[in-house]
């Protein structure tokens, strides 16, 4: 990319900042929704094998752990950190009532 001055630079650093903390907030989300995803269908499924229940379990705490993580690394509004809270807190109570 060329910069004929610094303000043009200055302002692709900004969207290149934001773009970045929209991805890492939708990534976030994905993650606790995948792992919502997975508690639902072991829940739901009434022929699903013990090792196939174990797996989906797996997946999920391993989404609640991921996204948990990296929430506190991301910069976001009051709304979105109450969003991701209450996500997170259903998907811990999810997992709790699963174990």
Do not use: N
């Not at 939708?26 to 639902?40: A, D, K, N, R």
């Amino acid at each position: 990319m060329d910069f004929p001055d610094m303000e043009s630079l200055e302002s692709c650093l900004d969207r290149l900042s934001h773009r970045s903390r929209e991805v890492a907030i939708s990534f976030v989300f994905i993650e606790l929704s995948t792992g919502l995803s997975s508690c639902q269908l072991i829940r739901d499924s009434h022929t699903m094998t013990k090792s196939k229940k174990a797996w989906y379990l797996a997946h999920a705490d391993k989404a609640f752990h991921v996204a948990e993580a990296a929430m506190w690394k991301i910069q976001m509004t009051h709304t979105e950190f109450d969003q991701m809270t209450a996500m997170t807190e259903r998907l811990r109570f999810e997992l709790q009532a699963l174990h």
